[in-house]
């Protein structure tokens, strides 16, 4: 079938966009066919142990394949939990501590973003690299580097109690975490941010100037809303992870007094006999995120679609 | 002149300025603050007892260089970061082109089910590999295997987005040229394209080693136990215990060799494009993971 350039000979001469359309699924196949069988199937067996059996003798879990068998015994008592019982206060932190996250992350990162997009001049190129650098330090190291200072005896700790502020910081302190998080994600929001007010025309901005209106109005009534897609897409895109972090709590923290839903993921997958718990868990987590997910999802596909027009 | 009666308004920000460079600063100064700690002559990970490299080459059992527990924990993270490269970067190179070129409903169902790995979050996919594994796919044990495949899965998809950036910016007119001198579609594919995106295949293996080095998450669902612990796995393990300087020499050499890593990758592309002659820098390909 890659023999003869058969498609030369198409009445027009430069499309050839029907062609080999199987070659092409070919170059796709090993992909789809990986992601369906590591990512699809998997998410399926998630469903089907959150939905299954426990076995009477060795209380282990038992996974009901066939839809026809599900049971939601298991997912009732978790969805009673939360609305009435002890999880509750798990899922109102989770949200009140990553909404807390993300406000500050913005209130961090956008004004770097704004600076390395519109003044950062000859500074740019090397404060960009600075930007990237943080991703490839790795995550747990950063944390780890908190850690040493916050300890009872490390120099933060130290400094803050020269102005008589005695606190254990790693000892279930809701700020420690929120922080850790902000520290955790910021980078990741910053260059999507800058990416987007980097795309801004600043003819709009200058115009804005010369109509007579100052700085503040000029960015509260320009700037604000030509970056908001941009701004809500970065948003995202450090929400999604924070709903379900679980390590940043446990290097800050590690008390019940800050657990997030992550914790009690982790702690019913990984240190526990009953994952049916863990599996609804994480079940209702994503139905929780599937809006921004899908929010993300689809204001990707429409820049790719406007990309390729 | 609206502008002379306020400030002038191309002053340089200098609040801004100072803002970025704090920043910066809040960014980088504790983990430099870790590294050096590493280097602590005393038994504390907080208290600066004078500068020693008892922890990376002296203690006899518990230094970095003689700690088995801290090998193993360095040679699995290297091992799967690279077998991660070597698997997802060819697949997810090919699916790339795959959903450049080939229009149809399979072809968007495709190319939706590459992008949902992007945005499901660590936990989901960590929590839905190790109930397969442990209940479907039994014959592959938790351990390397697990999160060999594990790694692969969530790296394909950013493989993906690295290459898709420059397939649309080559087009697909080289390739016609190839085709109405008389290549096949193969040769086509193999002379003219991947020649032109060899930049962004090498920055999909770096992106993939630094990612699969860099996870937590997935290492830490599908390890089994001590023997499969990578390093970050093991920092978050080992940091509330009484753990000695040998931890941070431990993140220091990882984050090094990250670095390392990324460097080669830069220069090579940089080399890639000077051959070429083209003007882009070689961050471009490496940033469009986080853009």
């Given at each position: 079938m890659t023999g003869a350039p058969t498609s030369v000979t198409t009445s027009d001469g430069s499309r050839r966009r029907g062609d080999r359309g199987t070659l092409w699924g070919l170059f796709a196949l090993p992909g789809t066919v990986w992601l369906l069988v590591l990512f699809v199937v998997p998410f399926y067996a998630l469903v089907c142990v959150a939905f299954g059996d426990i076995d009477p003798v060795f209380r282990n879990a038992v996974p009901a394949w066939n839809p026809l068998d599900w049971s939601f015994g298991t997912a009732g008592e978790v969805l009673g939990e939360i609305f009435g019982g002890s999880l509750r206060k798990v899922f109102l932190r989770t949200i009140s501590y990553v909404v807390c996250a993300v406000v500050l992350s913005f209130f961090v990162g956008y004004p770097v973003a704004y600076y390395l997009a519109r003044h950062a001049g000859r500074w740019r190129g090397l404060l960009l690299a600075l930007m990237v650098l943080p991703f490839w330090v790795n995550y747990l190291m950063r944390m780890l580097a908190w850690v040493n200072l916050l300890q009872v005896d490390g120099w933060v700790t130290r400094a803050f109690s020269v102005f008589g502020v005695q606190v254990n910081w790693l000892d279930g302190q809701p700020v420690t975490v929120v922080l850790g998080l902000v520290y955790g994600y910021v980078p990741f929001l910053v260059l999507p941010l800058y990416a987007a007010l980097e795309r801004l025309d600043g003819r709009l901005l200058e115009a804005a100037r010369d109509l007579g209106a100052g700085p503040g109005r000029t960015f509260r009534l320009v700037t604000i809303p030509l970056s908001r897609p941009g701004m809500l897409g970065a948003g995202v895109i450090i929400a999604l992870p924070m709903f379900g972090d679980y390590y940043t709590n446990d290097m800050l923290s590690r008390s019940p007094a800050t657990e997030m839903v992550g914790n009690q993921v982790d702690f019913y997958l990984n240190a526990t006999t009953q994952p049916q718990k863990g599996a609804v868990l994480v079940l209702v987590l994503s139905a929780l995120l599937v809006v921004l997910m899908s929010y993300y999802l689809v204001s990707t596909m429409r820049m790719q679609r406007e990309i390729r027009a | 002149m609206s502008w002379r009666r306020g400030r002038n308004p191309w002053r340089r920000p200098i609040g801004l300025a100072t803002w970025t460079w704090a920043y910066v600063l809040w960014m980088f100064l504790p983990v430099a603050i870790a590294v050096l700690f590493s280097f602590n002559g005393g038994r504390s990970r907080s208290v600066w007892q004078g500068f020693s490299l008892r922890w990376w080459t002296g203690e006899p059992n518990a230094s970095l260089l003689h700690d088995e527990t801290l090998h193993s924990a360095l040679r699995n993270s290297l091992v799967l970061a690279l077998l991660t490269m070597l698997v997802a970067t060819p697949i997810g190179i090919a699916l790339a082109i795959g959903l450049a070129r080939w229009r149809s409903r399979t072809a968007s169902g495709a190319n939706w089910l590459m992008l949902v790995p992007l945005v499901t979050p660590e936990i989901v996919m960590g929590a839905s590999l190790l109930l397969v594994f442990t209940?479907?796919?039994?014959?592959i044990p938790l351990g390397r295997p697990a999160q060999l495949l594990g790694h692969v899965t969530f790296s394909i998809s950013y493989v993906v987005v690295v290459a898709r950036g420059r397939l649309l910016s080559i087009g697909r007119d080289y390739e016609e040229a190839a085709r109405d001198l008389g290549a096949s579609q193969l040769q086509a594919i193999r002379l003219v394209l991947l020649p032109l995106l060899a930049p962004a295949i090498f920055a999909g293996f770096v992106i993939v080693f630094a990612m699969s080095i860099d996870d937590f998450v997935i290492s830490a669902f599908l390890s089994s136990g001590a023997g499969s612990e990578t390093v970050p796995v093991r920092i978050y393990s080992a940091v509330r215990t009484s753990s000695t300087p040998a931890l941070n020499a431990l993140a220091s050499f990882l984050v090094a060799s990250t670095l390392v890593a990324l460097a080669l990758g830069a220069s090579v592309m940089s080399w890639f494009r000077r051959r070429r002659g083209t003007k882009e820098s070689a961050l471009a390909d490496l940033t469009s993971v986080g853009i």
């Open positions: - | 209940n479907l796919y039994t014959g």
